[in-house]
């Protein structure tokens, strides 16, 4: 596994050759037992020793956890992977890690946090003593500081994008039904349109399919809109702890409805939200 470099040195060389007066001598003989143990051997074993260390230096894994852990001097240069429920990752003491020693972690776990510990009180993680949250898709690098007596943390939130497709359930056909969504770390990024050609049973004010659940209660702006079901001078949209947007409209003097969609309605959405707890 991953184990800091050390600098080596030969052992065994002769870097001062036996005197030679000339003479024809048995101890002006050039002998390939002399030559090996005092030349060829030493470089073999430096050589050796040196391939070896960084073999295992640059050996990074990446090692899979699902279940809690603790990150050591094996770990150091190593891509961890972690992912699952309640999962813990403690952190061995940061002295006896040494000053420089650094691990990466990366969830690959799309909906639970992992918490990163430390095995002895008195270190900090960022200057503060306590755990860390390490959220979904992120990627966390952990550095011992220069003193040794607690650890440094680089986030690098995971990008994805992809499509989904906005429903208002039930049998509602669609003349444009698109959406789009980004995802960087734990925020998520929505783009939807609808234009409904007949609603059928579908619902008049709750669009559903939103790639993640969100976790808190997040608003949701409405673009452009047509042909509402009921006359309104501005609709608005709310995601709270689910996968669907609850749409409302403003009739005026201070009346709201929630029936917007019906035959024909046209509507452009977007928002953001986040999909867990922001540490």
Do not use: C
């Not at 550095?143 to 680089?154: C, E, K, L, R, S």
């Not at 079901?229 to 201070?254: C, L």
């Amino acid at each position: 596994m991953g184990t800091k470099y050390s600098s080596n040195a030969s052992s065994g060389y002769n870097a001062t050759p036996p005197a030679d007066d000339g003479t024809v001598s048995e101890a002006n003989k050039v002998k390939w037992s002399t030559i090996k143990t005092k030349l060829v051997d030493p470089v073999k074993d430096l050589a050796d020793t040196i391939n070896s260390e960084l073999a295992t230096h640059f050996n990074n894994g990446p090692n899979a956890y699902t279940a809690n852990q603790t990150l050591g001097l094996t770990n150091y240069n190593q891509v961890n992977q972690v992912s699952g429920s309640g999962v813990t990752l403690t952190l061995t003491d940061a002295a006896t890690l040494g000053a420089g020693w650094y691990t990466d972690i990366i969830s690959t776990d799309s909906s639970n946090n992992v918490t990163l510990a430390r095995a002895t009180a008195s270190n900090t993680i960022n200057a503060v003593s306590a755990s860390v949250t390490i959220l979904p898709l992120q990627e966390l690098r952990v550095i011992v500081n220069a003193a040794a007596t607690g650890f440094m943390t680089t986030r690098q939130p995971t990008i994805t994008m992809g499509t989904w497709a906005p429903s208002l359930g039930g049998n509602t056909t669609y003349t444009t039904q698109v959406g789009q969504w980004i995802r960087i770390g734990n925020v998520m990024f929505v783009y939807g349109q609808l234009i409904v050609n007949v609603l059928g049973t579908g619902s008049a004010n709750t669009v559903s399919g939103l790639p993640v659940s969100s976790y808190y209660s997040h608003p949701f702006s409405v673009g452009s809109m047509a042909s509402v079901a009921t006359g309104v001078m501005a609709v608005w949209g709310s995601t709270s702890g689910s996968t669907t947007i609850a749409f409302t409209g403003s009739t005026g003097a201070g009346t709201t409805t929630t029936t917007i969609f019906g035959n024909g309605t046209s509507l452009y959405f977007s928002g953001s939200y986040t999909v867990g707890a922001v540490t």
